[in-house]
């Protein structure tokens, strides 16, 4: 089935870095999106990646969805305590059902002040 | 439009007790989903549905059963609790299935001793 990694698995950024976690598919993907979910809360959605190649960018968040639909990038630049959560990645598998997202393990980041 | 509502945030279980954890939503979304987040992991699908009447198991559906009467509750069922159950319980709906996002409940925190 269907696998979805994410890595690294955590991240600790001094205040004002920059960093990007990987999310890599063992399938085309159709679609992918970004959730994060802040300590003790529940996963929100961020941004879905449709098209092959397709950059978002949300203030100092980029998104980045790859040309062969299997991998995608988050980048945050100038990091921020309010950055602090676990952001997951979840994709479609092209030509499967509608209905199911897989979801990767997440990476988990710290801000240093 | 409160979103996606569970209840109860806390429960505290004993080994082969059983209990339901409600989930309702009231954006008339047909596909809903169950989530379990154990610690340090991602989400694992447990049931879905994709509306009323129709149900379907996900990654991890032992133990666990599903009803889906109406468009808005979606319910799920621990008939005899085990540790192993110890998790966090996330219920979410969306309007496109795996082509849009994921509203997420803020989750039932459930432990069993």
């Known amino acids: 089935g269907q696998q979805v990694m994410q890595i690294p698995q955590y991240q600790h950024v001094q205040e004002g870095e920059d960093f990007t976690t990987y999310c890599n598919s063992s399938t085309t993907l159709s679609n992918i999106q970004w959730y994060k979910q802040r300590p003790g809360g529940h996963p929100v959605f961020l941004i879905q990646l449709v098209k092959s190649g397709e950059v978002k960018k949300q203030k100092r968040l980029t998104f980045q969805f790859g040309e062969a639909k299997k991998n995608s990038s988050l980048h945050i630049t100038a990091t921020q305590t309010t950055d602090v959560g676990t952001y997951f990645c979840a994709g479609r598998t092209l030509g499967s059902n509608d209905y199911k997202l897989s979801f990767g393990a997440g990476t988990t980041v710290t801000v240093r002040a | 439009n409160a979103g996606v509502t569970q209840t109860p945030k806390f429960r505290i279980l004993k080994i082969g007790q059983s209990m339901t954890l409600q989930c309702t939503q009231d954006?008339?979304?047909?596909?809903m989903y169950w989530y379990r987040q154990d610690p340090g992991m991602g989400l694992k699908l447990i049931y879905y549905s994709v509306g009323a009447g129709i149900t379907d198991k996900g990654e991890v559906p032992n133990g666990y059963n599903v009803s889906r009467s109406t468009t808005e509750d979606f319910p799920l069922r621990l008939e005899l609790a085990a540790p192993s159950q110890t998790s966090v319980y996330f219920c979410?709906?969306?309007?496109?299935?795996?082509?849009?996002?994921?509203?997420f409940g803020n989750g039932t925190r459930l432990t069993v001793t």
């Open positions: 954006m008339n979304h047909n596909y």
């Open positions: 979410a709906s969306s309007s496109q299935g795996g082509n849009s996002p994921l509203h």
